[in-house]
């Protein structure tokens, strides 16, 4: 298994080469060299601006199809770069950092930050069961639970946060 932190040159040619290699990197932010998985979920912020606009069945239905195309986006790049869930990897990135903003849909600009902060703690943290579930689910479906568990944590916390501040 490539345990390689930064992409070689051909491995970036093969991930930006297909429509599952450039959503699986996010769009390029996994491309980073270093915290590719902060630059995933600051560059997941802009769509989400737009995605706040509409209603929450509407960004949940959005989060699901999203959650489904990543499984199989991931895979597919994994795959293709010989890991499975390599760093440059960052759709799950999007989709958990949207379901920590599901809270922030109306609420005041600073909840958008908090819930930033609180998806990058819990996906970097792996309290239980998101360690488990990051170290016994492999292909895409491993890539993307993970966050999306790491997702709800920090919603839940930001829910609380937004009730009770």
């Not at 490539?2 to 450039?22: D, F, I, M």
């Not at 379901?99 to 109306?106: E, G, R, S, Y």
């Amino acid at each position: 298994m490539n345990e390689r932190k930064v992409l070689t040159s051909g491995q970036r040619r093969v991930l930006l080469s297909t429509p599952a290699g450039w959503l699986a990197c996010g769009f390029g932010s996994g491309l980073a060299p270093v915290a590719q998985g902060t630059f995933g979920s600051l560059a997941a912020i802009l769509p989400w601006l737009l995605l706040r606009q509409l209603s929450w069945p509407l960004n949940a239905l959005i989060i699901v199809i999203g959650f489904a195309i990543g499984v199989w986006a991931c895979d597919v790049a994994g795959r293709a770069l010989g890991v499975d869930d390599h760093r440059s990897l960052v759709w799950d990135e999007f989709i958990g950092q949207w379901i920590a903003l599901l809270p922030a849909l109306l609420a005041p600009w600073w909840a958008v930050i908090l819930g930033f902060v609180l998806f990058r703690l819990f996906d970097v943290w792996k309290p239980w069961p998101i360690r488990y579930l990051d170290k016994h689910l492999k292909g895409g479906l491993g890539v993307m639970v993970d966050d999306v568990v790491a997702g709800v944590f920090a919603a839940i916390v930001l829910k609380l946060v937004l009730v009770y501040a």
